[in-house]
């Protein structure tokens, strides 16, 4: 059962999204608390899995990493077995930076991040089109990312 979030949580969380490298002082600060319960509150959310880890954001660009393809895959088989052998072997590509089983005209959609489209059309020849039950792909070239963020905006 999924433990219920008060609203002193949601505002943490919230503040971690947003600034995962604050101090603990200033997070108490932000949140209305002094500093020991803000931190035994943070570890607790921690401890019960609610935070899983702490991240940087890098900007693609800067990093020769700024071609997004949206990858569509249809798949010849779907049994248990089928799909999780598509789920491990896909894991292992970093370029492909989510994977989306879907309910809809094909079973996954890939978000591929590369340098640009000559390293794109040798991943997919080389390594998608490669993976596991793989029947059919479509690529979509992303023309800009209007809204991108991995946040969840919580509220108790």
Request: charged share 25%; net charge neutral; with cysteine.
């Given at each position: 059962m999924r433990r219920q979030l008060d609203s002193i949580d949601c505002r943490i969380l919230n503040e971690l999204q947003s600034h995962g490298r604050i101090s603990i002082v200033d997070l108490a600060e932000r949140v209305h608390l002094t500093k020991t319960p803000c931190s035994e509150r943070v570890k607790r959310l921690e401890r019960d899995g609610i935070i899983s880890g702490y991240s940087a954001n890098i900007d693609p660009g800067e990093v020769?990493?700024?071609?997004?393809?949206?990858?569509?895959?249809?798949?010849?088989?779907?049994?248990?077995?089928?799909?999780?052998?598509?789920?491990?072997?896909?894991?292992?590509?970093?370029?492909?930076?989510?994977?989306?089983?879907?309910?809809?005209?094909?079973?996954?959609?890939?978000?591929?991040?590369?340098?640009?489209?000559?390293?794109?059309?040798?991943?997919?020849?080389?390594?998608?089109?490669?993976?596991?039950?793989?029947m059919q792909t479509h690529s979509y070239a992303v023309m800009e990312s209007v809204k991108e963020t991995g946040m969840i905006e919580l509220r108790p």
């Amino acid at each position: 059962m999924r433990r219920q979030l008060d609203s002193i949580d949601c505002r943490i969380l919230n503040e971690l999204q947003s600034h995962g490298r604050i101090s603990i002082v200033d997070l108490a600060e932000r949140v209305h608390l002094t500093k020991t319960p803000c931190s035994e509150r943070v570890k607790r959310l921690e401890r019960d899995g609610i935070i899983s880890g702490y991240s940087a954001n890098i900007d693609p660009g800067e990093v020769d990493m700024g071609h997004v393809m949206i990858v569509h895959v249809n798949l010849s088989k779907t049994s248990d077995s089928a799909l999780e052998d598509f789920n491990r072997a896909v894991r292992l590509i970093p370029e492909v930076q989510s994977c989306m089983m879907i309910a809809g005209p094909f079973d996954y959609m890939l978000k591929v991040r590369t340098r640009d489209i000559n390293q794109f059309r040798q991943l997919l020849g080389e390594r998608i089109s490669q993976l596991p039950s793989v029947m059919q792909t479509h690529s979509y070239a992303v023309m800009e990312s209007v809204k991108e963020t991995g946040m969840i905006e919580l509220r108790p």
